[in-house]
Structures are given as C-alpha cells and as structure tokens.
C-alpha cells in the first residue's frame, strides 16, 4: 500500500541555523500539508499546497518557514532560522483530491532545537 | 477558536470491554474525521463522516454525529491491548477549497489492560 514517507526521522539542530524536512507524498496525490505536534499538545496545521502555490497557511507559518515542491515527488517544509520553540514533531500529510478528504500521514520528523 | 475537544481526556479499560470517546467542536464542518496515534508516531486514519450522516462504522468502530449538538463520538467494541494509543478527532471547514486542512482536537489517550 502506497504510503507518505518522511526523512530525516530525528533531526537535531541548533538554534539560527536552517533546517529542510523532507516528505515523499503518495504519488497521485494533489493535496500536501505539513502540521505540528508540540511534545504532549495538539496537532496544528502549518500550511497547505496545491497545483504549485500554498493554498492556506496559519498563524504559525510566519516568514521563517517555506515550502516548495522542487520535483515531481518530494515536498519540502525549511524553516531559516530555528528557535528553541520550533522543537516539535512535524508531519506531513497528503490527499488524493477529488472525491474524498481522507489525509494520509508520513512518520514525522522529530525536530529537536538546542 | 478551539476546534475539536475530546473527552475524557484518558480513558483506561479492560481488554473486551467497549469505550467510548467524546468530542466537541465549535464550528460548522464539512466532515469529521477520527485518527489514532501510537506513542511517537505518525497518524492513522479511522473512519470520517460528514456533515450529513449521523453513524457510520467500520469493523470495531462506531462514530456518530451529532450537528446540532457539535459533536461527534467514537465507539471501540471488544478492545483489546493494541488498541491503546491516543484518538483525535479533526474537522474540515465547508468550503475550505483546496486548502482542506485538519484542525484537530486535544486528543484522548485511551490505555487497553490486558
């Protein structure tokens, strides 16, 4: 069964430097999202993309994050210059489009700022 | 707003014995999906229903939808031991376009004793 794939698993960085997370979404899907999880607290929704443009984002994707989609397959989420807060898992989902809402899940990614 | 609250917020039970999830949400939705989390890890897809239907099931799983009330629950029958991980609910807005993203609830962590 096709599935969303995410690497690293576990990233460890400083704070200010650039991270990139990267995501291999299903493959005829149109729809790509990333969301956080905070340790312990809800999943929030970043940003979502589609046909090449992001469609919707939040409050918490400000001017340190951005996402491109740089091929036909992979879906990148960096983010500038890391704080301490930016710890958290990311996961970045993906859906098929026309005819249905179900999300499909990747792994995460465990980002941990120092 | 807050979007999505389920309760209990822990739920912990026999294995065989059936439990029953709760959530709340505050604003118009398209559809509400239900989504299991095993500790760390990524999100899984349960079951969704829209704004029209009122049950729904699948295997062990029972959801209901209440709109009028703005709520929704889930019901596991059997438990059993790998059933313990933590469930959100999440909801979509009407028409939310090609952006569709989740908003999601605080989570109940339900622990299955064997």
């Known amino acids: 069964e096709p599935e969303v794939t995410q690497t690293p698993s576990h990233q460890v960085t400083q704070m200010g430097q650039e991270v990139i997370l990267r995501c291999v979404p299903i493959?005829?899907?149109?729809?790509f999202y990333w969301y956080r999880q905070i340790l312990g607290q809800k999943v929030e929704f970043l940003v979502s993309?589609?046909?090449?443009?992001?469609?919707?984002k939040s409050e918490i994707f400000d001017d340190q994050f951005s996402v491109e989609r740089p091929d036909g397959s992979n879906f990148t989420l960096k983010i500038r210059s890391t704080k301490l807060e930016d710890s958290a898992m990311y996961f970045c989902?993906?859906?098929?489009?026309?005819?249905?809402?179900?999300?499909?899940f990747g792994p995460g990614t465990r980002l941990t700022v120092l | 707003s807050q979007q999505g609250e389920e309760d209990p917020q822990a739920l912990s039970i026999q294995e065989g014995e059936n439990a029953t999830m709760n959530c709340s949400y505050k604003t118009s939705i398209n559809n509400l999906q239900w989504y299991r989390q095993n500790s760390g890890r990524g999100l899984v897809h349960l079951i969704l229903?829209?704004?029209?239907?009122r049950e729904k099931h699948s295997g062990r799983l029972r959801v209901t939808l209440d709109t009028s009330k703005k709520s929704s629950s889930l019901l596991i029958t059997a438990s059993r031991a790998a059933d313990t991980a933590s469930y959100f609910c999440a909801t979509v807005r009407p028409f939310s376009g090609s952006a569709r993203q989740l908003t999601f609830g605080s989570g109940t962590q339900l622990t299955v004793l064997p």
């Open positions: 993309f589609y046909n090449n443009e992001i469609s919707e």
């Open positions: 229903i829209r704004s029209n239907e």
């Open positions: 989902a993906s859906l098929y489009g026309s005819g249905t809402d179900t999300q499909y």
């Open positions: 493959s005829n899907h149109l729809y």
